[in-house]
C-alpha cells in the first residue's frame, strides 16, 4: 500500500498541471476580455441590446450624431449627415469595423468584465463620447462627392484634430440597405472607411514622393534641365504626357505635372533610393494609426522590376498603392516643415473619454523628411498651386499649396482623380486628401471635394 | 424610477451573491469530506519471534518483503523481495504468498492462495517468524495529513444542511431562468421541483435505508448535476428532462457500483464478463454505430441514443484496479493491457479522438500506480505516438479536423474555430457574474449544452461559477489521492485515484478544448454537459471514490474486528 500510496501522486502531477491550465487561462479571460466581447458575432453587442443602450455621440460643434432612446439607436434627423459620417459613427452591425460604434461598441454600450453586459440599464454608465469631425464639412464633402466611389479627409496638421471624413459609397444607418445580389455592385465596399482603409493607385500625386527623392539624392537637381516631347520612350514602351511640355526646369516640371521629367527622375534616383524615401514618408510601414485605427499599408517597391516600370512607379502607376490618410499626413509633414502630425478622431475635450477608456491616442508625430526637402517640396507644391491648371480653386480664399493626380486604372475604366495639399493659415491649418474614383481629372474632379470641405469649415455651416 | 435602480441593485446583488454561494457550497462539500477521520493507530501488530520486535500493521493491503518499499519489510536474505501479501477482509485477515522463492508458512504449514491467519499465529517467511498479536499493544504517533482537518477543528455542515444550501441554489437558477428575457414561464420551477424530489429521494435512501454516515461527494455530484440539468431548461425542456432521468439512473448506479465492491474481491471474480461485455459493447458500436458531429460512438437501442464508450469508462476502473496480491501477479497486467489497447483502438476506429485519449490517460495512471515503472509508461508513450504518427500518415484527413488549433480567432466562421471563439466571446460577455439563466446567446451555438457548457455557464452565472466548477474537479481529485492512504484495498486506492484523475483529464480536454488550448476533442464536462450516458458514467466513477472512503462502509467495519476477537478466544 505504502508503494501505491507513494506512486499515487502521479495524480497530483495531472491536477496541478489542470490547475495550471486553469490559471493561466483565467488569467487570458481577464487579459483578453475586452477583444474577445467586441466581435462582430456577439449578439449582446450586434442587436439592439448593444447599441439600445449606448452613449451618445458628438461632433466637435456638440451637434448629436447618434443617441438612444428606448432601447433604438436613432441618428441625426438629416439624411445626408448620416450617411456622410456613417463611416465615421457606424451603424448598429459590426460591418464597418473601424467606426466609432464598432470600436468602442463595448464602452459605449457600458460593458464592463465585472457586471457583463447584463448590466441593467439603470446602473449603466454614461458613456457618451465626442468627436473631432465637424458634421457640417463632411456633409459638404459627401454631396460634392456627387455619387462617386472615393472619400475625402481634412486635418488640422498642427493638432491632428480630423474635422472631414467621409467616405462613398454610403448608406443610411437608420434605414440600411439589404445588399443583395443584384445590387452588390453600387455597395462596393461600402463598410470600409476609404479614409484609412482603402488604397488607391496614386498617379501624380506620388510625384511628391519621387520630387522628394530627388531633392535627397540628386544635389544639382535644381540645375538640371527636362526635355518633354509628350512622349519619352524607356526600353521600348513609351511614357506620354497630355502635351509636350518642352524644356522644364524642375519645379516648372513638378508644376506641369510632367510625366517624361518624372519618369527620368525616378530612373536617374534609382530603385533602391526610391523605395528608401518612399518608405520615409510611410509607405511600407503598417505602424501608423488614426486614433487607434490602424492606416491601410500604402505600397512602393519596384527595385528589380526595370527602368520601365521604375519609370511608371516615379510617376505613380505601376504597383503603386497610397492611402488617403497616409497622403495627406504627407502633406501635413511638407507643411510642418518635415514632421506629419499623428491624426485622431476621439476629442479629448472634456472628461468623456476617460470615463470610455478609450485611448485618445495621438500618436507621436512622425518625423519623415529634413526641413530643407521640406522647404523645398513646399516650394514645388506652392508652384503647382499657383499653375494655370489650378487658376479655377479656391478653398474658402486661404493661401493653399497642392499637388493633383489622374491615376490610369485600366480596364476601361475612368481615372481615379486625386486632391491632396494644405493650406497655409494661422486659423485653419488644414492638410488634405481627397480621391474621387472613376472620376476624371483631379483638378475637376477632386478638387470640388474639398473646396466644400474647406469651405464649410471656414465659413461655417 | 428610484424603485427601478433599487430593483436592479437588487438583482445585480443577488447575481453576484450565487458565485459567493456556488463558491461556499463546494467548500462545504470538501470541509465536510475531510472529517471523521479514524484515529490513526495500527490494525494490528506483528512481532518478529526472533527479535521480538513488534511492527505495527497500518493499512488493510500490506506487502510483505524484503524490498525498500514493502509495508512490512523483513530483512531476511531468505525472504523474497515481495514474499507475501498480508490482508484483511470481513471474515478477518489472510495471508497470500505472491510467487516467493521459499514459500510462505501459517503455523507450519504451506500455504495455497489466501490463508486465514488468526491471533497468536505463526506466519513463516524464510528464517522470520510473524506472529499476530492485538493493534492495541502498539502505540506510535503517525504523520499528520495536510488534507484532513484535526480533532479540534470545527465541525463541518451537517449532510442534510449541505443539501438545504444546494436546493436553495438551484432555486435561485429556477427563478432566474423563469424571468429570462426572451420565455417567461414557471417551467423551470417544474423541472426544479421534479429534480429536487429526486434528490432528496436518494438523500434520504442513502442515509436511512442504506446508513451511510457521510453524504459530501453526492451532495457535490447533485450540486453538479442539478446545475446542469437547469442550464438545459431554456434550451431545450426535452433534453432537461431527459438529463433528469439520467440523473436518477446515476444514482442507482452509484449505490449499486457501491455496493457491489463493498468486497473487493468479489470484482476479481467478475472482471472477465466485465471486459468481455465492454469488449462486445464496443463492438457493437463499430458495426452499428451512429456518425455525429465525426464520430460514430453512438448506437441507438430502442429509440433512445447512448454513448457505449461512457460505460465502458467505468469498466475500464473495474479492469484496472485489484487487490495488492492480485495486483502482482503477470497475467492479470497483461490482460489488462490488452483490453485497454482493444478500448484506445475500438475508439480511434469510431473517430472519437477525445474519449480515446481519456483511455489512454487513464490507463497510463493506471499502469503507472500498478506497476510504479517509468519504463512501462514511457514504452506505452511511444507506442501511442507511433500509433498517431501511422494513423496521420494513412489518413491525413484526421489531421485536419485539428488544423484551426492554436489560431481559432482566424476562423470564427468555419468549423475550425466556429464554437472555441463563441465560447470565448460569450465568457466575456458574462462577466464575473453571468447575465443571467436563459439570457445568454451561446446556447444557440451548436453542442453548447454539452461539449460548450463551461462557456455556457460562465456567461450565464459567470466567470467565477464556472471556473468554481473546475475548482470543485481539482478538490475531488485532491479528495481521491487524499483517502487512499487509507483505503481498505489497493483496489480503492487504485480506482478512486484513476477515477478522479478520469474526471480531471476529461475535464481538461474539454475545458482546454473549448478554450483553444488544446485541440477541440468533443469530450463532456462531467455531470454538468448534456448527454445521459455521460452523467450516468460520472455518477458510476464517483462510485469508485466514494468506495475508497474509508467511512463508506463504517458500520460494518466493526465486523471484522469481532470476529478476530472471538477467534483470538477459541484459540
New interface residues.
Given amino acids: ?12 502531477f ?2 496541478f ?3 495550471g ?2 490559471v ?3 488569467g ?2 481577464i487579459w ?3 477583444d ?2 467586441q ?1 462582430p ?5 450586434n442587436t439592439a441590446g448593444g447599441l439600445g443602450k449606448a452613449g451618445k455621440i458628438y461632433d466637435r460643434n456638440n451637434l448629436t450624431l447618434a443617441y438612444s432612446e428606448n432601447d433604438e439607436r436613432h441618428y441625426s434627423d438629416d439624411q445626408t449627415t448620416r450617411e456622410a459620417l456613417l463611416h465615421v459613427v457606424g451603424d448598429g452591425t459590426l460591418n464597418i469595423s473601424t467606426a466609432v460604434q464598432s470600436r468602442y461598441r463595448t464602452s459605449l454600450s457600458g ?13 449603466r454608465p454614461n458613456s457618451d463620447v465626442k468627436l473631432t469631425v465637424d458634421a457640417a464639412a463632411c456633409r459638404a464633402a459627401y454631396a460634392a462627392m456627387d455619387g462617386h466611389k472615393g472619400c475625402c479627409v481634412v486635418y488640422n496638421y498642427r493638432t491632428g484634430e480630423v474635422l472631414c471624413d467621409t467616405s462613398t459609397p454610403s448608406y443610411d444607418p437608420a434605414a440600411p440597405p439589404q445588399i443583395t445580389e443584384e445590387n452588390m455592385s453600387d455597395y462596393d465596399g461600402v463598410y470600409l472607411d476609404n479614409v484609412v482603409s482603402s488604397r488607391f493607385t496614386p498617379g501624380s500625386v506620388f510625384k511628391i514622393i519621387t520630387a522628394a527623392a530627388a531633392i535627397e539624392n540628386i544635389p544639382d537637381i535644381d540645375r538640371m534641365s527636362f526635355e518633354c516631347g509628350g512622349s519619352l520612350d524607356v526600353e521600348g514602351n513609351p511614357i506620354t504626357c497630355e502635351s509636350a511640355h518642352g524644356t522644364q526646369s524642375f519645379s516648372e516640371a513638378f508644376a506641369n505635372s510632367c510625366n517624361c521629367a518624372f519618369a527620368q527622375i525616378a530612373i536617374q534616383v534609382g530603385a533602391d533610393q526610391m523605395k528608401a524615401t518612399a518608405e520615409k514618408l510611410g509607405f511600407n510601414n503598417d505602424s501608423f494609426r488614426m486614433s487607434d485605427v490602424p492606416l491601410v499599408t500604402s505600397h512602393y517597391d519596384a527595385t528589380g522590376a526595370g527602368d520601365n516600370y521604375l519609370a511608371w512607379s516615379g510617376i505613380g502607376q505601376y504597383e503603386d498603392l497610397a492611402n488617403p490618410m497616409l497622403m495627406a499626413m504627407i502633406c501635413s509633414c511638407v507643411a510642418n516643415g518635415g514632421t506629419a502630425t499623428s491624426p485622431y478622431i476621439v476629442s479629448d475635450d472634456g472628461n468623456l473619454v476617460d470615463k470610455l477608456n478609450i485611448t485618445v491616442n495621438k500618436s507621436k508625430d512622425v518625423e519623415m523628411l529634413a526641413s530643407g526637402t521640406a522647404a523645398r517640396l513646399r516650394e514645388l507644391m506652392k508652384g503647382s498651386a499657383e499653375s494655370y491648371a489650378y487658376r479655377g480653386v479656391s478653398l474658402a480664399g486661404l493661401d493653399f499649396y497642392a499637388k493633383t493626380g489622374t491615376a490610369e486604372v485600366g480596364q476601361d475604366k475612368e481615372p481615379t482623380a486625386w486632391f491632396v495639399g494644405f493650406t497655409n493659415d494661422e486659423k485653419h491649418p488644414y492638410a488634405f486628401a481627397a480621391v474621387v474614383t472613376e472620376g476624371g481629372y483631379g483638378i475637376t474632379a477632386a478638387s470640388p471635394v474639398v473646396e466644400a470641405a474647406i469651405g464649410a469649415l471656414v465659413n461655417g455651416k | ?1 428610484n424603485l ?2 433599487l430593483l ?2 437588487a ?2 446583488a443577488l ?1 453576484a451573491l450565487l458565485p459567493v454561494y456556488a463558491l461556499v457550497i463546494i467548500y462545504q462539500c470538501f470541509a465536510s469530506a475531510r472529517r471523521h477521520r479514524r484515529p490513526e493507530k495500527p490494525l494490528v501488530t506483528l512481532e518478529i519471534l526472533q527479535t521480538g520486535q513488534q511492527i505495527p500493521v ?6 510483505i518483503g524484503r524490498s525498500k ?3 512490512i519489510r523483513v530483512s531476511d536474505i531468505s525472504v523474497s523481495r515481495d514474499h507475501c501479501v498480508f490482508l484483511r477482509r470481513k471474515e478477518g485477515w489472510f495471508v497470500s504468498d505472491i510467487g516467493s522463492k521459499f514459500g510462505t508458512f501459517v503455523n507450519g504449514e504451506r500455504c495455497e492462495g489466501r490463508t486465514k491467519v488468526i491471533l497468536d499465529d505463526e506466519i513463516t517467511i524464510g528464517h522470520t517468524t510473524l506472529v499476530l498479536k492485538r493493534g492495541e499493544e502498539y502505540q506510535e504517533r503517525l504523520r499528520p495529513s495536510w488534507f484532513f482537518s484535526k480533532a479540534s477543528d470545527k465541525g463541518a455542515l451537517k449532510p442534510y444542511k449541505l443539501m438545504i444550501l444546494i436546493t436553495f441554489f438551484h432555486l435561485f437558477m429556477a427563478v432566474e431562468a423563469c424571468f429570462s428575457n426572451e420565455v417567461k414561464d414557471f417551467a423551470p420551477l417544474y423541472i426544479f421541483g421534479a429534480m429536487e424530489a429526486v434528490m432528496w429521494a436518494f438523500f434520504c435512501i442513502s442515509s436511512y435505508a442504506l446508513n451511510r454516515v457521510n453524504f459530501e461527494l453526492e451532495a457535490l455530484a447533485c450540486f453538479l448535476s442539478g446545475m446542469g440539468v437547469l442550464m438545459l431548461v431554456r434550451q431545450e425542456l426535452r433534453s432537461a428532462v431527459v438529463q433528469l432521468v439520467a440523473m436518477a439512473i446515476g444514482m442507482i448506479l452509484f449505490a449499486v457500483i457501491v455496493r457491489f465492491i463493498e468486497d473487493p474481491d468479489r470484482v476479481n471474480s467478475w472482471r472477465l464478463w466485465i471486459m468481455l461485455g465492454s469488449v462486445g459493447l464496443l463492438a457493437i458500436n463499430l458495426i452499428f454505430g451512429r456518425v455525429q458531429n465525426g464520430a460514430a460512438n453512438w448506437i441507438n437501442i430502442g429509440g433512445v441514443s447512448v454513448q457505449p464508450s461512457e460505460f465502458v469508462k467505468v469498466a475500464f476502473i473495474f479492469v484496472g484496479a485489484s487487490a ?1 496480491d492480485k495486483l502482482q501477479t503477470k497475467r492479470n497486467f497483461i490482460e489488462f493491457i490488452a483490453f485497454s489497447a482493444i478500448c484506445v483502438g475500438a475508439l480511434a476506429l469510431m473517430g472519437d479522438f477525445g474519449t480515446a485519449l481519456i483511455f489512454f ?1 487513464t490507463f497510463l ?1 493506471i499502469a ?2 500498478r506497476s ?1 515503472d517509468f519504463k512501462t509508461v514511457i514504452l506505452a508513450i511511444a507506442a501511442a505516438a507511433f500509433a498517431v504518427f501511422i494513423i496521420l500518415n494513412i489518413k491525413p484527413y484526421v489531421a485536419d479536423r485539428f488544423s484551426a488549433w492554436g489560431h481559432v480567432w482566424e476562423h ?1 466562421q468555419d468549423s475550425g474555430g466556429y464554437q472555441q ?2 465560447v ?13 439563466v436563459g ?1 445568454g ?1 451561446l446556447k ?1 451555438v451548436f453542442a453548447s449544452e454539452s461539449d460548450l457548457v463551461f462557456g455556457l455557464v460562465a456567461e450565464e452565472l ?2 467565477i461559477v464556472a ?1 468554481s466548477l ?2 470543485a ?2 478538490a475531488l ?2 479528495y ?2 487524499a483517502i ?2 487509507r ?1 481498505r484495498s ?1 483496489f480503492y ?2 480506482s478512486a ?1 484513476c477515477a ?2 478520469l474526471m ?2 476529461q ?2 480536454l474539454n ?2 478544448g473549448i ?1 483553444d ?1 488544446l485541440p477541440l476533442t468533443g469530450v463532456t464536462l462531467p455531470f454538468l454537459s448534456a448527454g445521459g450516458s455521460s452523467m450516468i458514467s460520472c455518477w458510476g466513477l464517483l462510485a469508485f471514490i466514494k468506495a475508497a472512503d474509508e467511512r463508506t462502509y463504517a458500520a460494518k467495519r466493526r465486523a471484522p474486528a469481532n470476529a478476530l476477537r472471538e477467534r483470538g478466544a477459541v484459540s
Fill in positions: 500500500m505504502k508503494r501505491i500510496m507513494t506512486r499515487s501522486l502521479v495524480l497530483w495531472i491536477t498541471a489542470f490547475l491550465g486553469m493561466y487561462l483565467g487570458k479571460t483578453f476580455h475586452n474577445w466581447v466581435q458575432f456577439n449578439g449582446h453587442m460593458y464592463n468584465f465585472i457586471l457583463g453586459a447584463g448590466i441593467p440599464d439603470s446602473l | 424610477m427601478q435602480v436592479d441593485v438583482a445585480i447575481r497500518l493499512f488493510w493491503e500490506n506487502s518499499g514493502s509495508d495488492l490517460m495512471l503507472f500506480m510504479g470564427t471563439v463563441r470565448m466571446t460569450y465568457m466575456a460577455s458574462g462577466g464575473l457574474f453571468g447575465v443571467g439570457n446567446y444557440y459567470g466567470v471556473f473546475a475548482a474537479i481539482i481529485a485532491f481521491a489521492r487512499t492512504t483505503s489497493s486506492a487504485i485515484c478522479a484523475g480531471v483529464v475535464s481538461a475545458i482546454f478554450m488550448l
